[in-house]
């Protein structure tokens, strides 16, 4: 395969791909830390009513408004879930599957009933994302990498995740020794005057941030991946959490890699002449990874 | 409007209606049980299943739109699934909410791969299986329309034969073990049936939203009573109708999907519950919040009466005023002033039931702010005055 050929079909969604992985792993390592590991998967169900809330709102598909709906929506369903947990006395995880069926199916209602017919906005789409799609067209070749036109015409993804992915590293070493110190030890935590609450919905949100923007480019199934899978299986294989963060970066962005060229070329090496989704096969990856690592991880028991 | 609906759609109502009593039931024992995600872990996982059926079918000559193989497919992944997570969560330290996410995450991911391959698949395009994501009943062969009426009495039947070990497991494990229940074996069957449930709904509600109907209705109907076979019941009854009530609305019109009205009609009930049940809904709370504080203010009012201080609190004024316990201008009439000596005498009793720890239960299950004559006997009383006079003579 030629350099052009690689920079403009591949390089991108390659990118795009590794981006959203490691944005959604490293606030994932916390979230399973801290038993609430089903966030991830609740807020990329939320994610639809925010985006077509903001479509209908706004009456086109254009990135910004529908990542601000999608937060908004997630946050909404963060507080949501807290609320009748409290009023109702109900168990976390029910509570929660209360809140997120729920504005999913509203989601989905909206999205028949609006006339949508002639955008590309669609349940499946937002599930499965379009990571294939998103080519370099302007690309030539690796010089293209230092021409400011062909630069220009990168997909907006790429930066958006580029954005992302370095705010929630920074923030993440900003904030590290108080996430660490309220992820392990409430009350010593509470004894040195952290503010556990809000550093937890600081959490949950930077988690949604990373989720919206992943789900633009990749759809939802990589990013509910991407939040347990890595994390899980580097938890398996340390108990130190600097190990474990960077661990799980690690086979997020080789799940990302080879999730891609083996949706990508996989069929080929077996004789068909179709790829295969890359979203599915990236998922798919890190299940692997998580699977071989609770046979053979170090630390795969309770110590 | 329903008989206008035609002999399938009414075959739906019927089905959606028993799919939703067997998932209420069902879903109340592993809500009980605090697994009600696992159910979501298993929808996802039937995904592959289907996909693989399909594949299968179609290598061995079909055209692999057979809806009972699908199903069967799916409860075999399904079953993968749910064995997955419970490795993963015994076997190794990971949670098992990390369990879930990862095979949900998992299975549902290689499933979408399997659907990419079969849409490359000559007939793949046409399958409709992209209806079992979300639920499609428009256009469903009569076939189909009755498998899903008999799956879904099948499974209602069976949730009701074993409800009464799966309340006791989902309320004392221990206890049902001594009391000579398969524990394993029961949780075992519970999940058998929740699978069953979300195999039947595939075709009405759809894989990312049968969970709904799993963990809506118990929920609602834990607002309303204290009662395991209650909430069962209940949860049973709320199902149903969402099931009858989404699925016809859904055939009213062409845009109305069934497997989200039915999730949405299922909230509501919930929404209805939270805020309206008797004694946990959002309403009785409040109300019952008032009334402790009116209760609160009279007190301190009367106490404050008694000593003769003045009061500066205006809602405590209004309540006294209101009660013909004060005039306007907040000097005691006469009842007022009787009232205020019984709160002194009230609280001075209340003081020396505190000191001493043969009270301590009734101490402890009161505010103390109720007359202590509606407590105790006379006899207790006199004891207690007896101290009262003893310790100020």
């Known amino acids: 395969m030629s350099g052009q050929v690689f920079v403009a079909l591949s390089l991108t969604p390659l990118l795009i791909g590794v981006l959203a992985a490691i944005a959604c792993a490293v606030p994932g390592n916390f979230l399973l830390l801290r038993r609430q590991a089903l966030i991830g998967d609740a807020i990329s169900h939320v994610v639809l009513p925010g985006i077509v809330v903001a479509f209908l709102v706004t009456g086109r598909v254009s990135a910004w408004p529908m990542m601000l709906g999608a937060a908004a929506a997630a946050v909404v369903a963060v507080v949501l879930i807290e609320v009748i947990r409290r009023l109702g006395r109900i168990e976390p995880g029910a509570a929660m599957g209360v809140i997120f069926t729920a504005m999913f199916a509203g989601g989905v209602l909206l999205l028949e009933q609006s006339d949508t017919s002639n955008v590309h906005l669609d349940v499946e789409h937002a599930l499965m994302g379009n990571l294939e799609s998103l080519i370099w067209l302007d690309a030539l070749g690796w010089t293209s990498l230092l021409d400011p036109r062909a630069l220009a015409g990168l997909p907006p993804e790429l930066t958006r995740l580029a954005v992302v992915t370095a705010l929630v590293a920074v923030l993440t070493w900003l904030f590290w020794r108080p996430l660490k110190i309220t992820t392990f030890d409430e009350g010593f935590a509470h004894g040195v005057g952290l503010p556990n609450t809000v550093i937890g919905l600081g959490l949950v949100i930077l988690s949604a941030v990373a989720a919206v923007a992943a789900f633009d480019a990749v759809g939802s199934i990589i990013v509910i991946a991407m939040f347990i899978c890595p994390p899980a299986a580097a938890r398996l294989m340390t108990n130190r959490l600097e190990t474990q963060v960077a661990l799980s970066v690690l086979l997020a962005a080789l799940s990302a890699i080879l999730g891609y060229i083996f949706a990508g070329f996989g069929p080929l090496w077996l004789g068909f002449d179709n790829s295969v989704s890359a979203a599915g096969m990236i998922a798919t990856v890190s299940g692997l990874m998580l699977l071989a690592a609770a046979i053979v991880g170090p630390h795969r028991r309770q110590t | ?393």
């Open chain 2, 1 to 393: 409007m329903v008989l206008g609906l035609g002999y399938n759609a009414m075959l739906v109502m019927v089905g959606a209606g028993l799919l939703g009593i067997a998932a209420g039931v069902t879903g109340t024992f592993l809500f009980l049980r605090k697994r009600a995600l696992v159910g979501d872990a298993i929808a996802h996982a039937t995904l592959p299943g289907i996909g693989l059926a399909f594949l299968l079918m179609v290598a061995l000559g079909g055209d692999g739109r057979n809806l009972a193989v699908l199903l069967i497919g799916a409860a075999v992944t399904a079953a993968l699934g749910l064995l997955c997570v419970h490795w993963i969560s015994t076997k190794t330290r990971l949670s098992e909410d990390t369990a879930i996410g990862a095979v949900l995450s998992v299975f549902f991911g290689f499933g979408v791969m399997l659907l990419t391959v079969i849409q490359n698949v000559p007939s793949g395009r046409q399958a409709g299986l992209d209806g079992l994501l979300l639920g499609a009943t428009a256009g469903m062969l009569y076939a189909d329309a009755v498998l899903i009426a008999v799956g879904g009495a099948v499974a209602l039947a069976a949730s009701l034969a074993l409800s009464r070990p799966m309340t006791m497991v989902a309320f004392d494990a221990g206890f049902a073990g001594i009391s000579g229940v398969n524990v394993v074996r029961i949780d075992l069957a519970t999940m058998g049936l929740v699978l069953m449930v979300t195999v039947v709904g595939l075709k009405i509600v759809g894989l990312i939203l049968i969970v709904a109907l799993l963990i809506i209705p118990p929920v609602a109907a834990r607002f309303w009573t204290d009662h395991a076979m209650r909430v069962a019941i209940l949860a049973g009854t709320m199902g149903g109708v969402s099931g009858v009530v989404g699925a016809g609305l859904s055939a009213t019109a062409p845009d109305l999907p069934t497997g989200p009205i039915i999730v949405l009609v299922a909230f509501a009930a919930f929404l209805i519950s939270l805020i309206m049940a008797p004694d946990r809904g959002v309403l009785a709370a409040w109300f019952r919040h008032r009334r402790f504080e009116r209760r609160v203010h009279l007190r301190q009012g009367l106490l404050a009466l008694g000593q003769g201080q003045p009061i500066y609190e205006r809602f405590t004024l209004r309540l006294l005023q209101k009660a013909g316990l004060v005039r306007a201008d907040g000097v005691a009439t006469d009842r007022g002033v009787g009232a205020a000596l019984d709160a002194l005498r009230d609280e001075a009793r209340w003081a020396i039931m505190r000191a001493d720890p043969g009270f301590d239960t009734l101490v402890n299950r009161h505010d103390g702010l109720s007359p202590i004559d509606t407590l105790l006997t006379a006899d207790q009383i006199a004891e207690i005055d007896t101290r009262l006079n003893g310790a100020t003579p």
